[in-house]
């Protein structure tokens, strides 16, 4: 951790949580370093240096399924519990890569409602509810919002996380000037898609467009497969994750002043 600015840490920017997603470690690295103009203090985070080291998603466990941590675990499980007490009572972002999306998108947790707020002025124009899908990630833990930066390993992503970054230091006052304008739909991530046993694989949707029942959305060995119900794709890929496509998402609203309504209610 390397704090930059003014007094004790106030706002955190995460890169590194998977080893293998370096856009995000990138950013960091280059924003610790440079001169910014910074009003707040501001922690600049590398999550998992070894597994970032070796170019690996995770050493032991996945540490963003590892929240809140335990003290006693395994590597991931330790640098969980550290990260919380860290991130608990300051405004977080985490910078993360994909296989499936070039547009970056921010994800959130219902849990911390206060989230959506924070997502919806980033410079997105999805942000995804992931409730009940893919839990003990970073955004169980306070205000802390993860956006999904690009293609791993590109410099399109590295570029896109530093982009981020500086839009979420401007949103919380820690650097002057104003930040890039935003307007997102708001979706939730449900259930995963599962990939028959197969060779090739091949996805003819596109992530947050809706896919009517009846649509061919994906094929493997040139088989297609059909959707018996519709659904709006996200984080879908053909090679992202080994054993699923990606996820069935559902839309919540265009706008937070809907979403308010509907958590309200």
């Not at 390397?2 to 004790?8: A, D, I, K, S, Y």
């Not at 981020?164 to 979706?187: C, R, S, Y």
């Not at 009517?212 to 018996?228: F, N």
Request: net charge negative; proline share 8%.
């Amino acid at each position: 951790m390397t704090t930059r600015g003014p007094g004790e840490p106030e706002i955190v920017v995460v890169g590194g949580i998977h080893g293998d997603e370096t856009g995000g470690v990138r950013a960091v690295r280059r924003l610790r370093e440079a001169d910014l103009d910074l009003k707040r203090g501001v922690a600049f985070v590398v999550a998992n240096p070894a597994a970032v080291n070796v170019g690996e998603r995770y050493l032991d466990s996945d540490l963003n399924r590892a929240f809140p941590g335990n003290p006693a675990g395994d590597r991931e499980e330790r640098l969980a519990a550290h990260l919380r007490k860290l991130v608990q009572d300051r405004t977080t972002l985490s910078l993360h890569g994909t296989h499936s999306q070039p547009t970056p998108f921010a994800l959130i947790h219902r849990s911390q409602p206060r989230q959506f707020d924070l997502a919806a002025r980033m410079p997105v124009p999805h942000v995804v509810d992931h409730w009940g899908v893919n839990e003990g990630a970073i955004t169980s833990c306070g205000l802390s919002v993860e956006i999904e930066v690009g293609p791993q390993g590109t410099e399109e992503a590295a570029v896109a996380a530093e982009h981020q970054a500086d839009a979420f230091l401007k949103l919380v006052d820690a650097l002057p000037g104003e930040p890039p304008t935003a307007d997102p739909d708001f979706f939730h991530m449900a259930d995963p898609i599962r990939k028959p046993s197969g060779i090739s694989y091949e996805v003819h949707v596109t992530n947050f467009e809706s896919v009517p029942a009846g649509t061919t959305y994906a094929s493997v060995d040139g088989q297609g497969l059909i959707t018996d119900d519709p659904f709006h794709p996200i984080l879908m890929s053909a090679d992202g994750y080994s054993d699923i496509f990606g996820y069935k998402g559902a839309k919540i609203a265009d706008s937070l002043e809907r979403v308010r309504e509907i958590l309200l209610n």
